[in-house]
Nanobody
């Protein structure tokens, strides 16, 4: 798949929204499961959301269900994470990930990360 580049992070207040984007290089984007993970200071990496190659199914961590929405545009090789009703505990570096089979496996491609900071 090649390179993944995230954008859209920033500093917001609790209750605000942010939209993260992940743009991938390569010509087989729709064959990859796309996902978002996050790592807060002092904590392990945490799964946030994933979406199938054709966009037909999505999964979410319980902590973000109902607030975050993952989507993808295969024509633009882009995946998005719409984050609403942000909470201070959502503060973390968010990473885009891509894999043909299982996100988080040794074959997963990772972006460089984008910082999301939510103030109370």
């Amino acid at each position: 798949q090649g390179q993944l580049v995230e954008s859209g992070g920033g500093l917001v207040q609790a209750g605000d929204s942010l939209r993260l984007s992940c743009t991938a290089s390569g010509r087989t984007f729709n064959s990859y499961v796309m996902g978002w993970f996050r790592r807060a200071p002092g904590k392990e990496r945490q799964f946030v959301a994933s979406i199938s190659g054709n966009g037909g199914s999505a999964r979410y961590a319980l902590s973000v269900m109902g607030r975050f929405t993952i989507s993808r545009d295969n024509a633009k090789n882009t995946a998005h994470l719409q984050m609403n009703s942000l909470k201070p505990e959502d503060t973390a570096v968010y990473y885009c990930a891509a894999d043909r089979v299982a996100l988080g496996s040794p074959s997963t491609y990772w972006g460089q990360g984008t910082q999301v900071t939510v103030s109370s």
